[in-house]
């Protein structure tokens, strides 16, 4: 099975993208993040079209959080919204089963600028989805927490860190939260496959980044200990990248078999 994790950056926007991406890589399960699009303009026609069904949590401003999956599997919503704060109305969270495994969509805030009230959120909201985890893994069902965590894990993880040490997406809180959330039992699929490799996932729009790979992995799959000995491959559909009118994350996928 392919499952795969998108910003698209707008999904009206990119659509074309998005479809072509599709037809080409056909994965089986897609979660898409940054939707931009409030509940009613989600494309679900052109979706259908394209072999996939779809539920989505739709939002107008930079949220909005979408499970796609390809016609003949399964998908039941379990919720979407993360538990532990009923004022918080932002649409970054997304659960649903598929096939039996928990797919959890998530969209972790930026953050910037750090220190400030947006900082202060973000971390919270880490929290949130921290405590959340722990619960999902006292279930013993296979789960898979999934998207754009607007997090580097490591140096590795980011093109001449020594620029980033004052960004919410680096600093040493934000690094410090994903430590604790992974220590939980959870494994981080890319650095499983690919320990010491530079893999990036998001190349910034100015000054050329994508042209010199000046990139950041921030899109990342957290598998629960049912689901890494299944773990077959992990790739980011680069080329995405460089496509016209594209987002400025590329998808990446894993097989799990």
């Known amino acids: 099975m392919k499952i795969a ?18 037809g080409e890589a056909q994965p089986d399960i897609v979660c898409l993040q940054e939707l931009k699009a409030p509940q009613e303009k989600f494309p679900i026609e052109e979706i259908n079209k394209a072999g996939y069904n779809a539920i989505w949590h739709g939002q107008k401003q930079w949220n909005g959080v979408a499970i796609l999956t390809k016609e003949g599997h399964t998908v039941e919503e379990v ?12 649409s970054r969270y997304l659960e649903a089963m598929v096939e039996g495994i928990l797919i959890c969509c998530l969209y972790l805030p930026n953050g910037n600028p750090a220190p400030g009230p947006k900082f202060d959120y973000k971390l919270k909201w880490f929290q949130r989805l921290t405590d959340r985890a722990k619960v999902l893994l006292d279930f013993k069902t296979p789960v898979i927490l999934l998207g754009d965590f607007n997090v580097m894990p490591t140096e590795l993880d980011v093109y001449k860190p020594e620029r980033w040490v004052n960004d919410a997406l680096f600093r040493p809180e934000t690094r410090a939260a994903f430590h604790n959330l992974v220590a939980q039992g959870w494994t981080d699929a890319i650095r499983h496959l690919y320990p010491t490799e530079t893999i990036y996932t998001f190349w ?7 042209d010199r790979n000046a990139g950041l992995r921030i899109d990342h799959f957290l598998l629960s200990p049912q689901l ?12 995405v990248r460089g496509w016209e009118k594209t987002s400025d994350h590329a998808p990446v996928w894993i097989e799990i078999g």
Do not use: C, S
């Open 5 to 22: 994790t998108y910003n698209v950056n707008g999904v009206n926007g990119r659509l074309r993208v998005l479809l072509r991406w599709l």
């Open 228 to 239: 890494v000995k299944k773990l077959k491959h992990a790739e980011v559909d680069r080329h």
């Open 204 to 210: 910034d729009y100015f000054r050329n980044a994508y």
């Open 79 to 90: 919720g979407r919204m993360l538990p532990g704060d009923v004022e918080d109305v932002q």
